[in-house]
């Protein structure tokens, strides 16, 4: 996706040191734009793809590239929003500063926040059931809700050691994760080379349902493998040249996921018919078996497991992050913007959405927690597409990334379609944790009126010293 850029003379170089504070920003930008790349390209690729083509197939039958192909194009769409708000407010705080700068609502503001962060818990959630499931059942024999919780636990405490130590090996992992669908495709390639599979399923629709309605359906729950990309906003300040940097590793992240998905999604129908793919857990390790090739299960498996893994810690630093700039902020109940002394993390917002995320496995169904992951980034990208158009009249004194006038337009189309699409249960379920936000604003914005009643009060009955 291409677009122009508006330049300013008064800028100056676009390159400048990289620890510079010229730019308005205390943190030193140390993030190349490969590095950039690659870190959307892991949180995006640990999304559920390892998990969710079993569930995709039940949906569209052999169609499994179509819905693929559809949600990276209107992913596409909100990312070009996504590159023109981040560099023109290059500061870390995503769609919600975006909608406070917008709209001139603290209440807006705060719901965008809280469906982020919502969508990051519920997310989690989703990505332990997979870890639980028939992938780590190549090792272990154990029940999937104990193993779910205990894996949380375990990604809480390596939250709560520290930043560093959770990003140190991101870029180790992200390298895992993508070799684990390489070997999908090459072992299937192989397969279909040697007249294995069968090339004709790639093209069967389901016999229930129209092909468009099934295609967007399964778009829905393919979407969810896309997000991940809105979380690179946060690290904006401490990018190089973020102007050129981000909507190129943006744009090429997603683009080289979008190619690896849509070729796992066909050999996924040519090795193993819709039937055999939908409800298993571990989709992708059955597609490895069945392609014949000796390529040893607990390898594939652990590949797979690193893949959730690494998408779940990723997801729950963003999480509990966000919890704590919102109790900072005001918009949360302050306990949650404790920190250790010593690690210098929000040790109670870790253990806060790490707690919820926990009760969420309970659930036990994937479909509907990646659907309500997908239903509350609806809203963020919603309100990020329509805040591009409405801040068009804010001018800015920086060179910046600018979209054609029509992908914000097409963005909010996208989203309200999608948003058709979904279940009364879903909604019913993103409702439920939106009362719980709303609840838990109320009870700060009650607990900060006493404090300054309680101030006020006491500088009132203070005795006045004589002059």
Request: hydrophobic share 55%; charged share 15%.
């Amino acid at each position: 996706m291409s677009a122009h850029s508006t330049e300013h003379p008064s800028d100056g170089p676009a390159d400048g040191p990289a620890d510079s504070t010229a730019d308005g920003t205390r943190l030193r930008r140390g993030i190349t734009g490969l590095l950039l790349f690659v870190f959307i390209l892991g949180d995006v690729l640990g999304a559920g793809i390892y998990a969710l083509m079993g569930v995709l197939a039940g949906e569209v039958g052999g169609l499994l590239w179509a819905p693929m192909l559809l949600a990276l194009l209107l992913a596409l769409l909100t990312a070009g929003s996504y590159a023109e708000l981040v560099t023109k407010y290059p500061k870390a705080g995503g769609a919600a500063v975006f909608a406070e700068r917008a709209f001139r609502s603290p209440v807006v503001s705060f719901l965008i926040g809280f469906c982020m962060l919502a969508a990051g818990v519920v997310s989690a959630a989703g990505l332990a059931l997979a870890f639980a499931g028939d992938y780590l059942g190549t090792f272990f024999d154990v029940p999937a809700a104990p193993v779910a919780i205990l894996f949380l636990a375990v990604v809480g405490a390596l939250n709560a050691r520290g930043i560093r130590e959770s990003m140190g090996a991101n870029l180790v992992m992200t390298v895992i994760e993508l070799s684990g669908l390489v070997i999908v495709i090459a072992v299937v390639g192989i397969f279909a080379a040697g007249g294995g599979g069968e090339l004709s399923r790639v093209l069967e629709a389901p016999a229930e349902t129209s092909v468009p309605i099934a295609v967007l359906s399964g778009a829905i729950i393919a979407y969810y493998s896309f997000v991940g990309f809105e979380t690179s906003a946060n690290v904006i300040e401490e990018v190089r040249n973020p102007r050129r940097s981000y909507p190129r590793a943006l744009f090429g992240a997603l683009a080289v996921a979008g190619a690896v998905y849509i070729l796992v999604g066909l050999a996924s129908a040519i090795a193993l018919p819709a039937d055999e793919l939908t409800g298993s857990t571990a989709p992708l390790l059955d597609v490895v078996k069945a392609s014949g090739v000796a390529v040893p299960a607990w390898l594939f498996s652990l590949i797979a497991l690193i893949a959730v893994a690494n998408g779940a810690l990723l997801t729950m630093i963003m999480a509990s992050r966000l919890t704590y700039g919102m109790a900072d902020s005001g918009l949360l109940p302050s306990v949650f913007a404790k920190v250790l002394p010593n690690r210098r993390t929000p040790w109670a917002a870790i253990i806060a959405t790490t707690v919820v995320a926990m009760a969420l496995t309970l659930i036990g169904d994937l479909a509907l927690l990646a659907e309500t992951v997908v239903l509350l980034l609806l809203f963020v990208f919603l309100s990020a597409n329509v805040s591009v158009l409405v801040l068009r009249r804010d001018r800015v004194e920086r060179d910046h990334y600018r979209v054609w006038t029509f992908v914000p337009v097409l963005g909010i189309a996208s989203c309200i379609l999608l948003l058709t699409q979904q279940r009364g249960i879903v909604w019913l379920f993103g409702a439920g944790l939106l009362l719980l936000g709303v609840v838990l604003h109320l009870v700060a914005r009650g607990s900060r009126s006493r404090r300054r009643d309680h101030r006020a009060s006491a500088e009132a009955s203070a005795p006045h010293e004589p002059r």
